[in-house]
Structure formats: structure tokens, C-alpha cells
């Protein structure tokens, strides 16, 4: 599967936008994108994946570049509950979930 | 809620001691994974089953075993502990297949002293 590489940390203002870049270079055609996110020490929580087509569930939207060389996780409106650590995974279509490969991931905080 | 459900949610035992931690997957999910998860090392896969049976071990030890049972539920144990197996343990189940949709559970937090 392809490596996904991420900043280590950002801030965002509570009720603003909170953006997250994911790269991830090598994907292959069949490699879907998938995000994570893990509250302190709590289980980690699935957010959202996608092929090549932008996503939107409840949760965030995710934008995928046309080259798929790139995603970004976008949550609209950042609370502080929102606080976690963010992983961008890539995983192909036929391969088990035990693919998925947790890195460092990004930390998210969201300030008031 | 993830309805994944791990017991129990804190456990504090000596070296060279055994413990079981419990899963219980969600409802129609046939497939377990366990995860563990220290300071320095992330998230690291340990094992996966499918349906009561093994499908997958990642980087389990000898000392640790899993098993799922025909109701679905996963026991992960742990014998002769060191100190450096002191983590959180994860599972997660999913429906199977190629989803990488997890659902993780709470975690089992595991101190050796």
C-alpha cells in the first residue's frame, strides 16, 4: 500500500475550518484513502474514505486532487471536541482492513 | 458508540503474570482484529480473525494468543508479562471483506509493574 505522509501537528480556531493535507504520492488506481481520527487514548474512529471522487458525510468532507497525488480532510465548523490525532491511510480495494497502517498522523488542536 | 465493547478497561498486574482481555465485536460482524498500541510505537496490528478463525498475525509475540469463539467474541491473552507490555489494546471488527471501515472498541489499558 502506499505511504501517506502528513504534518506532525496543526491549530484551528474553534467554529472555523479546520483543513487537513494529506500526501500521498505513489497511490495506486486502486488504492481508496481513508481517515481516522483517535480522541486521547480512546479507540480510533472512522471518519471517511474515498477513491477519487470528493466525499461529504455527517462527519467531514473529503477532497481528493484529480491526479489523486493528495487529499484533504476538511471538518466545516472545528469544536474542541474535534481535538484528536488525525490518520490519512491508504488502502487497496482487496486488501483487509488489517492493510490499514497506522502512522504518526496528525495532531489536531482545536483552540478556543 | 461503537458497539465494539472491551473488557476490562483497566488492568494492573505484576511481571510474569497472565491476562485475558475480552471483545465483544459489533453485532453481524464476523471479523476481530487486535491492535496494540504503547507511547513509543503507535498503533501496531497484532492479529485478525474471521468467523473463528485466524485469518491474519501481524507483529504478535509468542507469549500472546487469541481466539475467537462461535458467538464472535475474541479473547486476546497475555502471558508472562514484562514491563514493556504495558499498552492499550484495541479490537475492532468489521463486516469483513475489503472494508477498511473499523470500529475499535474503548480499550483495555494494561500496566505491568
Known amino acids: 500500500d502506499a505511504k501517506t505522509t502528513q504534518p506532525p501537528s496543526m491549530d484551528c480556531a474553534e467554529g472555523r475550518a479546520a483543513n487537513l493535507p494529506c500526501n500521498h504520492s505513489?497511490?495506486?488506481?486502486?488504492?481508496?484513502v481513508y481517515w481516522y481520527r483517535q480522541i486521547h487514548s480512546q479507540g480510533p474512529q472512522y471518519i471517511i474514505h474515498?477513491?477519487?471522487n470528493n466525499e461529504t458525510n455527517e462527519m467531514a468532507s473529503l477532497i481528493i486532487t484529480e491526479d489523486r497525488k493528495s487529499s484533504t480532510l476538511i471538518l466545516p465548523h472545528a469544536t474542541l471536541r474535534d481535538t484528536a490525532v488525525y490518520y490519512c491511510?491508504?488502502?487497496?480495494?482487496?486488501?483487509?482492513?488489517?492493510?490499514?497502517?497506522f502512522g504518526s498522523g496528525t495532531q489536531l488542536t482545536v483552540l478556543p | 458508540d461503537s458497539g465494539v465493547t472491551q473488557t476490562p478497561k483497566h488492568l494492573i498486574t505484576a511481571t510474569g503474570q497472565r491476562v485475558t482481555l475480552r471483545c465483544s465485536p459489533r453485532?453481524?460482524?464476523?471479523?476481530v482484529y487486535w491492535y496494540q498500541q504503547s507511547l513509543d510505537q503507535g498503533l501496531q496490528f497484532l492479529i485478525q480473525?474471521?468467523?473463528?478463525?485466524?485469518?491474519a498475525k501481524g507483529n504478535i509475540l509468542e507469549r500472546f494468543s487469541a481466539q475467537q469463539f462461535p458467538d464472535l467474541h475474541s479473547e486476546l491473552n497475555l502471558s508472562s508479562l514484562e514491563l514493556g507490555d504495558s499498552a492499550l489494546y484495541f479490537c475492532?471488527?468489521?463486516?469483513?471483506?475489503?472494508?477498511?471501515?473499523?470500529?475499535f472498541g474503548e480499550g483495555s489499558r494494561l500496566t505491568v509493574l
Open positions: 505513489t497511490i495506486s488506481g486502486n488504492e481508496y
Open positions: 491511510i491508504v488502502k487497496s480495494s482487496s486488501g483487509s482492513a488489517r492493510q490499514l497502517t
Open positions: 474515498g477513491l477519487k
Open positions: 453485532s453481524g460482524d464476523l471479523s
Open positions: 475492532a471488527s468489521s463486516t469483513g471483506g475489503g472494508t477498511g471501515e473499523l470500529f
Open positions: 480473525y474471521y468467523n473463528g478463525e485466524e485469518r
